[in-house]
């Protein structure tokens, strides 16, 4: 095979691959029924410090991006926080004091502690998320020796994960007869009961593909509708006395 030929074979794979993984996390959510119900009220929420991911997608192959990461780190936590407000939900951090008489080590530990339990439950949360109506899933109760956990009802897990197409990479796609765009992002949302550590909740919010790259820069018009549906699913804050049960 000529190596033009060649080429033009890898790129027409390296396409239709990406564009697969882009479409693999459709948007759903799961909850316990005691949350839905209105039987466990969620009116405070310890914020667990916030991780967002971005990589770039180029014709060389795949790039970090630990700039661009921590400022969307930011702009996910600012936009999670204020659409809990909104909905009437205090918001208290994990890394906060509280008077507890806890140093900074030991509650940087506590958050490691649980960042770590959470990781190891993650994949088997994401295969099998109807499990959170059968409580099988924990963060242990650890959960409860984060100086907020006293004074609030759930710990709040908020993870980011996207991928942005270079230039260049979007044009050769395009070149081949696709859409040269391989953009994804997802946004997923745990909550645990703070006392006992269950996981009660757990939501995973895709990116329209007609977004494109403007997860990035434009995060509150991709997810904002999306949170507030969830949050009125969990009949949280504002929503509680919504509707009866």
Not at 147 to 172: L, N, W
Not at 190 to 195: E, Q, V
Request: glycine share 8%; aromatic share 6%; with cysteine.
């Amino acid at each position: 095979m000529p190596l033009k030929a060649r080429i033009l074979a890898i790129l027409i794979s390296a396409t239709f691959f990406a564009s697969c993984a882009s479409a693999t996390t459709p948007s759903w959510s799961y909850e316990n029924r005691k949350v839905t119900s209105g039987e466990f009220l969620i009116r405070t929420a310890c914020m667990m410090p916030v991780e967002g991911k971005l990589s770039r997608v180029t014709m060389k192959g795949g790039q970090g991006m630990s700039k661009e990461s921590e400022n969307w780190t930011t702009t996910l936590e600012n936009m999670v926080e204020a659409h809990l407000k909104t909905a009437g939900v205090q918001i208290l951090q994990a890394n906060d004091h509280l008077a507890s008489g806890a140093s900074d080590d030991e509650i940087q530990q506590v958050i490691l502690q649980l960042n770590q339990k959470y990781g190891e439950i993650a994949k088997t949360l994401n295969k099998k998320p109807k499990d959170i109506g059968k409580s099988r899933f924990t963060i242990g109760d650890e959960a409860a020796l984060l100086p907020c956990s006293a004074k609030a009802d759930v710990i709040v897990f908020v993870e980011g994960e996207g991928q942005v197409t270079s230039g260049g990479k979007k044009a050769m796609g395009m070149l081949v007869g696709g859409s040269g765009n391989t953009s994804y992002a997802t946004l997923v949302l745990t909550m645990a009961d703070a006392k006992t550590g269950e996981i009660i909740a757990f939501s995973r919010m895709s990116n329209a593909e007609s977004f494109g790259d403007k997860f990035v820069d434009q995060t509150e018009e991709v997810y904002g509708k999306a949170l507030n549906k969830q949050f009125e699913r969990l009949r949280i804050g504002m929503y509680i006395d919504k509707k009866k049960h």
